[in-house]
Each structure stands twice: as structure tokens, then as C-alpha cells.
């Protein structure tokens, strides 16, 4: 096999990894973009490694949280979880001693809500 052979046959073989990466990052809920057929033309393996190894794109754009009374993952948007039907607190206002003070209320979280009130 002459050295132009070699080259056509890794050029379209290259090619042809590019696209493959392209359509896994797609697959995945990445935008197909010049940048991953770059990647998967000339890294082709740790293009594919990196391209499966992402989150898809939904996960990563609706994080998960956890419910404090019953442990069931609740959309962090979410005010209310749709295991248990409790009110969940605020992400940005709970710390470990306004929570302690939560249970030792009796998991009253209205209660707990309104002590931890700006003042």
C-alpha cells in the first residue's frame, strides 16, 4: 500500500470518526458543533470516551435535590415534594442550625420558616 492510499484511507476513516462523535454528542442533548467532529477527527477514542461519558444535557440542566422527611429525589425548584406532599425549605436559607432548630420544633417547616425571617 503506497503512502497516498494510506493517506486517502485515513482521511475518510477520520472523517467518518468525526461524524460518528458528532452524532454521540447529539444523542447525548449536546449541540452538534464543529468543535466535537474536530475532536473525534483527529481524537477519535478519547472523543467518544468523553462524548459518552457526559451527562445528557437535561440532566444537567434540571438538578435533583433531595427531600429531608422522606429522601425521595424532588426537582430543586420544586416547593413541594411529590413523594411525601410536605413542603420542602428554601435552598438558600436553610444552614445546619436553623434545620436543627426544624426538628427540634417537630418538623413544623412553616414554623421554621417563619423564625428564619429577615428581620
Given amino acids: 500500500m503506497d503512502s497516498y492510499t494510506f493517506f486517502v484511507a485515513w482521511f475518510f476513516g477520520s472523517i467518518i470518526s468525526g461524524c460518528v462523535t458528532v452524532l454521540i454528542a447529539k444523542a447525548r442533548g449536546h ?35 433531595k427531600c429531608p422527611y422522606c429522601g425521595a429525589d424532588v426537582p430543586s425548584a420544586n416547593r413541594v415534594c411529590s413523594a411525601c406532599d410536605r413542603s420542602l425549605p428554601d435552598l438558600g436559607t436553610a444552614t445546619v442550625n436553623s434545620w436543627e432548630k426544624t426538628v427540634a420544633a417537630g418538623d413544623d417547616v412553616e414554623k421554621w420558616a417563619k423564625q428564619n425571617q429577615p428581620k
Avoid at 467532529?37 to 435535590?65: T, Y
Fill in 31 to 65: 449541540r452538534p458543533s464543529f468543535w466535537w467532529f474536530l475532536f473525534g477527527f483527529f481524537l477519535f477514542v478519547i472523543a467518544v470516551i468523553a462524548a459518552v461519558g457526559l451527562p445528557p444535557k437535561a440532566a444537567r440542566n434540571n438538578p435533583q435535590r
